[in-house]
C-alpha cells in the first residue's frame, strides 16, 4: 500500500516537472461534464468544447452519466466524447470525482469542471487555463462576481453566496467572490486530492476549504455565466436552507479535520 | 408469578428465539446479534425478578422505578441508531468507490475491445 502510493506521488513529481514545460507544448484537458437527465443540453455543450481544441490545447469531454432516466446515456454514447456510465446515481460531487478519477488515471494534464446546463461557457477553458499557468495556481475558479456580468442569479442565492462568502474569508482569510461556482480547472496535484476526497452533494464550497487545508494555491478569473438551457435547478425553497445547513457543517468540519 | 410476568417472559423468549433464527440463516451479522441478545437478556431477568427494577431504580436515585426503563431503552436506542448511522456512511462511501471503480474498469474494457477490432 505504502509503496503504491510512493510510486504514485513519483508520477505527480515527473508530471510537476513536465508542467514546467508547458509553455508551447501540447496540454491534454480533461473536460468533466456530471449530466442528470441533461438530454436538452448536453449535446451542444459536448460540440461547443470540441470545437474549442486546437494544436497546443486538446480538450476531452468525459461526460459522467449519473443514471440518468431521461436519454442523456444512449445520447452520449453516439456524441464524441469519453462517456461514463455510473450504474447508481452518485449525486454530483460522485460524479465529478468518476471525471476526475478518470482524468488522473489517464494522463491529463488538467482537468475542467463544465456544468452539462450549459451555465458554464467553455470558451473561458483556455482563459482559465493561461491564468492557471500564469499564477502557478494548483485550482483556477471561474467567477460570476468579479465583473459582474452576465447571469447574476436570484437575490435569495446571492445572500446565501455572500454568507459563504464571510464563512470562508473568517476561515482561509482570502476573498472568495463565487464559492458556489462549479467550473474549476485543477492541475494533477489537485486532482490528486479530488481523488483521495470529493463531497457527494453540494461540493463546492466546501472543496475550497479542502484546498486550503491540503496547501493548494487557487485563484479566481472572471467568467460571464449564462442562465441554465435546461433541466432544474437541485436548490430550491426549502431544499436551499438544507444547503446552506449542509455547506456550513461541512465547511467547518472539512476545517478542523486532519 | 403474575400473567404480565409470564407475557413478558414469552415475549422476551420468543424475540431471542428469532434473533438466534436470523443468526442461524446467517443474515444478522455476531456484532449486530450482540447487541440484541444483551438487550433480551436484560429483559428477561427483570421479567423474572421484579424487585430488581425497584432495587436499580432507588440505585439511581429514581422517583418511578418505570421511567428506569424508558429512559434507558431510549437511551440505548438513539446510541444504536448513531451506530447505524455511522455504517450506513461507511456503506455509502464503499458503494461509491466500487460503483467509481466499475465504471471506469468498464471506460478501458470498451477501449480495448475498440483498438482489438481495429488491429483485427
Known sequence: MVKSENHLSLQIQAKKCKWREFMGQLVKIAVVIPAYNEEASIASVVDAINSLSTENLRLTPVVVNDCSRDTTGELIARLKCVPLHLP????????????????????????????ADGQHPPQY?????????????????????????????????RSGIRFLQWLLKLITGRSVTDPTSGMRLMNRKAMKVIYDFYPDEYPEPEAIILYYR???????????????????????????????FKVTIAIIFTYLRK | ???????????????????????????????YAFVWILS???????????????????????????????????????????HLSTTVSRLQLQNRTL???????REK??????ALNDRV
Request: include cysteine.
Open chain 1, 88 to 115: 447508481i446515481n452518485l449525486g454530483i460531487g460522485g460524479a465529478v470525482q468518476t471525471g476526475v478519477k478518470f482524468a488522473f488515471n489517464n494522463g491529463f494534464d488538467l482537468a475542467i469542471q463544465i456544468d
Open chain 1, 125 to 157: 477553458i483556455p482563459t482559465l487555463v493561461s491564468e492557471l499557468e500564469k499564477n502557478h495556481w494548483d485550482v483556477a475558479i471561474g467567477s460570476r462576481f468579479i465583473d459582474r456580468q452576465g447571469f447574476q442569479s436570484t437575490l435569495a442565492r
Open chain 1, 214 to 244: 491540503r496547501g493548494l494555491t487557487f485563484g479566481e478569473v472572471p467568467v460571464r455565466m449564462n442562465e441554465r438551457q435546461g433541466g432544474e435547478s437541485s436548490i430550491q425553497g426549502l431544499r436551499g436552507c438544507y444547503y446552506m
Open chain 2, 1 to 31: 408469578m403474575e400473567r404480565i410476568q409470564i407475557v413478558a417472559i414469552v415475549g422476551s423468549l420468543s424475540f431471542l428465539g428469532s434473533v438466534l433464527l436470523q443468526i442461524k440463516k446467517g443474515k444478522l451479522r455476531e456484532e
Open chain 2, 40 to 82: 433480551t437478556f436484560v429483559l428477561i431477568v427483570l421479567s423474572f425478578w421484579r424487585n430488581g427494577l425497584e432495587l436499580l431504580g432507588h440505585l439511581f436515585g429514581v422517583f418511578e422505578p418505570l421511567n428506569l426503563i424508558f429512559t434507558g431503552a431510549i437511551f440505548a436506542i438513539l446510541i444504536y441508531l448513531l
Open chain 2, 99 to 105: 460503483a467509481q471503480e466499475i465504471v471506469l474498469l
Open chain 2, 109 to 114: 474494457v470498451e477501449n480495448d475491445r475498440t
